[in-house]
């Protein structure tokens, strides 16, 4: 077992090993310290998206060790479950959490097919919910409610920083290549509409299920296409295999590689020299010069070892908005209509720069471009300020 992997286990010791590994053995509620906050996180520790559940975990732990273990006075006890990124596993993993476990606050996941199906539960229930990266655009568009929260991205309004941030670069034909499920359909739509607005073509959509890494016929397709450029969405291990074949097949010398950071974020090292020159866009990049993201860096490295990504400041800023909830109520999470209230209005200074909620409750936040060298995502610039989705607020 990898050291990462132990250390989920550990955390999650109180969950056991079958509700770990999503089985269905009858579930235990473990003893919880009396007025505790239980803080319930389904993400991924197993699979293509282990590495970023890993780093959300991570981030999440990290804002509430610098705050003593605590936020606004009440203890917290965290509590995971492996979603294995699968999506039929996400109704009885919710309801662990929600009705078995009974915790007082909910943060998942990374999977965009997962995080619809726990919002579902999520929003009938109640409970406060904060997902720390799945960029599903119903979560803040039709499945939009009082109690859920995001503080990453939506699927449509990465698509469409990157697109514009390729209008911007001269770029006129593209062909995309992305997994086929709500993530990278959605990011391949938003990505069109901003791309062909700005007078661009996509001359091809290629899609593969999730989570396939034979990229071979893929890549056969696009040398014989010979597009300006590929726009693609994968992340974790499949984005560090697609970028390795990508270049493996001769293609970096002249089709252009761009896409959502996720492209690149966590995988720099594993990719090494055949990573150069890829050019993504993301609401995070090495090479912020705000204060917020000086101490965040220095204190990931202290705590980790690792330097952060993307996916860890979403889970540090998740634990930011609840403690901002959590302070407007004394640490009363059943004083749900204020918290929430105070939530909603968050505003604060994070890693990534200042952030602050749509109406929707998706974060309305600057994207950077940036291109991967030598084993970094350099800053090269502001692709979009300020941008929001499409999600115009919540009506239930
Ligand atoms: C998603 O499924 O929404 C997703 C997964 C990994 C990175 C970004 C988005």
């Known amino acids: ?20 590994l999503g089985g269905v053995a009858p579930f235990v509620r473990p003893a919880s310290a009396a007025g505790s906050l239980k803080i319930g996180l389904l993400l991924p520790a197993s699979g293509t998206y282990a590495p970023l559940g890993e780093a959300i975990r991570r981030g999440a732990e990290l804002y509430v060790k610098e705050r003593g ?6 203890a917290v006890e965290f509590t995971a479950l492996d979603d294995e990124s699968a999506p039929p596993k996400a109704a009885e993993l919710t309801n ?36 720390p990266n799945a960029g599903a655009d119903a979560i803040t568009g039709g499945l939009c409610a009082p109690n859920i929260f995001r503080t990453s991205f939506s699927n449509g309004q990465i698509g469409e920083a ?4 390729m209008i911007a670069a001269g770029i006129k034909e593209a062909v995309s290549c ?6 990278g359909d959605e990011m391949v739509a938003g990505f069109e509409k901003a791309f ?15 989570p396939d890494v034979e990229f071979q016929s893929a890549l056969a397709e696009i040398a014989s296409l010979k597009p300006q450029a590929v726009y693609s969405f994968f992340a974790g291990g499949g984005a560090a295999k697609f970028i390795k074949d990508f270049s493996a097949a001769g293609l970096s010398g002249s089709v252009q590689l761009w896409g959502p950071g996720f492209l690149t974020d966590g995988v720099e090292a594993a990719v090494g020299a055949a990573g150069d020159g890829v050019k993504t866009v993301l609401h995070y990049a090495e090479g912020l010069t705000n204060p917020e993201d000086a101490a965040f860096r220095k204190a990931f490295e202290a705590a980790y070892g690792v330097a952060p990504d993307v996916y860890a400041v979403q889970g540090y800023d998740a634990m930011h908005v609840l403690d901002i909830g959590l302070t407007a109520v004394g640490g009363d999470v059943a004083k749900k209509d204020a918290m929430h209230a105070a939530m909603a209005k968050a505003k604060f200074a994070s890693p990534r720069g200042p952030f602050e909620f749509s109406a929707n409750r998706n974060p309305k936040q600057t994207f950077y471009l940036r291109e991967l060298k030598g084993g970094k995502n350099h800053l090269l610039g502001v692709a979009a ?12």
């Open 385 to 396: 300020e300020g941008l929001a989705d499409a999600g115009k607020g919540c009506k239930a």
């Open 1 to 20: 077992m990898s050291s990462s992997r132990r250390e989920f286990f550990t955390m999650a010791g109180a969950v056991g090993l079958s509700g770990l």
């Open 178 to 183: 992305t997994w086929r499920y709500a993530a």
């Open 196 to 210: 062909e607005a700005g007078g661009g073509k996509v001359v091809k959509k290629i899609a593969l299920p999730f």
């Open 96 to 131: 662990k959490l929600v009705y078995g476990e009974k915790v007082d606050v909910l943060v998942g996941t990374v999977h965009s097919g997962v995080a619809a199906a726990m919002v579902k539960i999520a929003r009938e229930a109640g409970v406060t919910t904060l997902d």
């Open 162 to 165: 990157t697109g514009k941030a």
């Open 69 to 74: 273990g605590a936020l606004a006075g009440r």
